[in-house]
């Protein structure tokens, strides 16, 4: 197993590398630049002078391909370079951004599987009954729902209207900050759970080894307990591990909604300046989170059913 | 116009006079937002020109000059008087010596210095050096050329000399918390912006990156009696649906409207009474670029601002959350001409324009826009079928806001719309227009007239106000003909805020920056203890 872990760390070095390169290109390619960034406002006056300055302070009158060479050169050293609006080190702007959005997606996944994997197994157990009808067609919407359309909601009737909960900002980190937020954002892995743990419910249901089960007078509870719950539990698991890296990319309109201080946030400010060095941090750390989260997935899945076995 | 200028101003008086019939109340918590998409950058107010940070800047620091909102010009507040040589280069400063900064030392005229010479670092591009290259000698500090700035020259701890590479009003340049005084010494330690200091009336506690900024009240600010509240809060809250649900919650103190919200506020009888209104120094236009065929005859350019309906775009689509523009300089600016007249929407004579230039089928153009809803993609959608009516065609390029200005600045459009900023020194901005500007530097339809030239170059010589002022209205008034952009409107910025906050000042350079030393809250406010 340990071996394993290793070569999956291995292989996210490649891929990390190629995810930064193919940021550096695109942030190459596409108009706009700092410099010009800083006039968005229409009051900032940048003259060519100012321009050429600044493109020199930042490195950015260098050929692409040495500025590409450098940036290699620096990430293999684990260095993210320095903000172009702060002048501070990207660690450190990642640093102060990445335990709330960890609140935030560990909140929201937690939401959704406390609620979609049963609400799931309901609807698996009870096939064409109302609560699998009822929990599919919220599911579907669950999916459908635009987050921000969602998140607005939510503030408004848990706060403006039921006056329960703050509708914005992160106060101490509390938890009536974090309840709105998670929901906005828990939903769609909410529904995408419940969908899959009926499936594969359903699937397992009919399998073999469960009529076996049956047929030599198991319990129906064991049967759940000990056969369906965990084979299915597989398969959840493999979409929680998918969900949660997709969370923490997802976080970035629900973190601007709710004034959220978290790597989403950090992000999006860093696009609409241009902070180039920022967005490739911010990319990387959550490239680099969805391919631990997946490769613990993987090892959790081996544990728990002993079929599986990586070599 | 006349009516809705006369309707803000009593709107704004009648706002100043309740706040001033009130005692001001001590205590409370202050919770402001800054409205506009960005997180603060960082806690040195130096090193962003985003309009976020200099609304904390505004608590926690001081310039040498503020912006008196009542009076709409720069007044002194570091300085307690200043004296101008006869040519009007050199300004002496006796300082304030009961500014102290939140460490309680003494402001001296080191530290002014020291903070103008931190902004001209070569190695930093700080974005107020824009202001302090006009000090004598800075470019060259800038370049590397000179180990000092000549031009700052300190006298005595409390007189402070600054001589300016050109004559110019010293209160239009050290004004925004992009020039902020910070204490020299302190600031040169590592973790000095961990937890800054400054001489504003308010000190720093936290700041929660992408959350909040707190502040608490400077006793010994040198104001007496003031600030009035104990504590400020400043939210960066960009989403402006977000911010609504959060105004009408009660949880924040102030909101920056938007055209739709500014509809449904006023609609409300509750939340009508409290906006304020206030006319920007900002014109939003279209730029046509006169190295673009068509656009090099005047005739063409007059003809596409009589073919735009500008009144039912600003009534419908920007929900009259603006003013008709009647030339580059705003309403809120001292040159604005009053007298002058909008052009009047008029196919028929736009059509008779364009046949005389010689365009009789109207002709196509590549317009660049950013998906801004009160002067981008949607206006140009609008104006489009009103083009259409005189044979322009339109090709919309559309942009994202943090490339159009590089776009602009390097000539490479035919046209663009954009909001600039059109105050509050009449003065600079009619420099915008001079045919010595580079295009990169503001002037960025590469407009020439030698009549404006010399307008521009007498009101810069002249010591008497009344006749620069004269001198640029005719200037303005010579663009305006010569129609170099189609004069949009002047934004018309909207607050909305609690009936208990007090003493909000009708900044029109940007309503959402604010004195917070004049702000309070009454006892009804959710945070009035």
């Known amino acids: 197993m340990l071996s394993y872990v290793f070569r999956r760390l291995l292989q996210a070095i490649p891929i990390l590398l190629a995810v930064a390169a193919l940021i550096f290109l695109l942030f190459s390619v596409i108009p706009g630049s700092f410099a010009s960034s800083q006039m968005a406002d229409g009051r900032t006056v940048m003259d060519a002078e100012a321009v050429t300055r600044m493109n020199q302070q930042f490195g950015l009158d260098q050929p692409v391909a040495t500025r590409f060479v450098k940036y290699i050169g620096q990430l293999v050293t684990l260095d993210l370079g320095t903000s172009f609006r702060t002048r501070q080190p990207v660690w450190h702007l990642i640093a102060e951004r990445l335990w709330p959005t960890l609140q935030l997606a560990f909140a929201s996944m937690l939401f959704a599987i406390a609620i979609g994997v049963p609400l799931g197994f309901l609807a698996a157990l009870r096939p064409g009954s109302w609560i699998d009808m009822v929990s599919m067609v919220a599911a579907v919407s669950g999916l459908s729902l635009p987050k921000f359309w969602l998140g607005l909601m939510l503030m408004y009737l848990f706060a403006l209207t039921l006056g329960w909960l703050p509708s914005f900002g992160y106060g101490d980190g509390a938890m009536k900050n974090l309840i709105l937020p998670s929901i906005a954002l828990g939903v769609a892995p909410l529904a995408l759970l419940a969908r899959t743990t009926r499936a594969s419910v359903l699937e397992i249901m009919n399998a073999d080894f469960v009529r076996t089960a049956r047929s030599k007078g198991m319990s129906e509870r064991r049967v759940v307990q000990w056969h369906l719950a965990r084979n299915a539990l597989v398969i959840v698991l493999t979409t929680v591990g998918l969900q949660f890296g997709s969370v923490i990319g997802q976080a970035v309109v629900v973190e601007k909604l709710f004034a959220w201080p978290g790597l989403g946030s950090l992000l999006v400010d860093s696009v609409s300046l241009r902070d180039i060095p920022v967005v490739q941090g911010c990319i990387l750390v959550i490239v680099l989170f969805f391919l631990l989260v997946n490769m613990l997935v993987d090892v959790l899945a081996a544990i728990i059913d002993p079929r599986i076995r990586y070599t | ?529």
């Open chain 2, 1 to 529: 116009m006349l009516k809705r200028l006369a309707l803000t101003t009593a709107l704004t008086l009648t706002m100043a006079f309740s706040a001033q019939a009130q005692e001001p109340r001590r205590g409370g918590t202050i919770r402001f937002t800054a409205p506009y998409a960005a997180s603060f950058v960082s806690n040195d107010s130096h090193v962003s020109n985003q309009v976020q940070d200099e609304i904390y800047g505004y608590a926690l620091h001081r310039t040498l000059y503020k912006w008196d909102s009542t009076n709409n010009k720069p007044v002194l507040e570091l300085a307690k008087s200043v004296t101008a040589s006869a040519d009007g280069t050199v300004h002496t400063f006796k300082l304030r010596d009961d500014a102290l900064f939140h460490n309680g030392r003494k402001m001296t005229a080191d530290d002014i210095i020291w903070s103008f010479t931190r902004l001209m670092d070569p190695t930093k591009n700080y974005p107020g050096a824009a202001y302090v290259r006009r000090v004598k000698g800075a470019q060259e500090f800038q370049k590397g050329e000179a180990k000092e700035i000549s031009g700052l020259k300190k006298i005595d701890d409390f007189t402070l000399e600054i001589t300016l590479i050109e004559k110019a009003d010293p209160g239009f340049l050290f004004r925004t918390a992009l020039t902020s005084i910070f204490p020299a010494k302190e600031a040169q330690e590592p973790d000095f912006f961990n937890k800054p200091i400054g001489l504003g009336p308010y000190k720093f506690v936290e700041h929660v990156p992408g959350s909040r900024m707190v502040l608490e009240r400077w006793e010994k600010f040198y104001q007496t009696g003031k600030p009035y509240a104990d504590k400020v809060v400043i939210s960066p809250m960009g989403e402006a649906a977000a911010r609504d649900i959060a105004f009408r919650n009660k949880e924040i103190d102030v909101s920056i409207l938007g055209p739709t919200q500014y509809v449904a506020y006023q609609a409300d009888p509750n939340l009508k009474k409290g906006i304020l209104e206030v006319a920007e120094v900002f014109t939003r236009n279209m730029g046509m670029n006169p190295n673009f065929k068509p656009f090099s005859d005047k005739r063409v350019r007059q003809a596409i601002n009589h073919a735009i309906d500008s009144d039912l775009i600003i009534k419908r689509l920007v929900r009259d959350k603006a003013y008709r523009a009647t030339g580059w300089l705003p309403l809120s600016s001292p040159a604005y001409d009053k007298d002058m007249k909008p052009y009047d929407f008029n196919p028929e004579k736009a059509k008779k324009l364009l046949t005389e230039a010689g365009y009789p089928d109207g002709f196509e153009f590549e317009w660049t826009a950013t998906p801004n809803e009160s002067w981008g993609v949607p206006i140009v959608e609008a104006v489009i079928p009103m083009l259409a009516k005189v044979g322009v065609k339109v090709k919309v390029k559309p942009v994202e806001g943090s490339a159009l200005g590089g776009i602009v600045a390097k000539g490479d459009y035919q046209a663009y719309i954009w909001s600039n900023t059109s105050g509050p020194d009449p003065l600079t901005q009619m420099k915008c227009f001079y045919s010595q500007t580079p295009q990169s530097a503001c002037n960025y339809t590469t407009y020439k007239n030698p009549a404006v030239d010399k307008l521009i170059d007498e009101a810069a010589a002249t010591d008497d106000v009344a006749k620069r002022i004269d001198l640029l209205k005719k200037a303005n008034g010579i663009v305006y003909e010569d129609a170099p952009v189609w004069f949009f409107n002047y934004n018309k910025a909207v607050m909305a805020y609690q009936p208990w906050l007090k003493g909000l000042q009708p900044n029109a350079t940007e309503l959402a920056l604010q004195y917070f030393e004049d702000l309070w809250v009454d006892a009804s406010s959710p945070a009035a203890k």
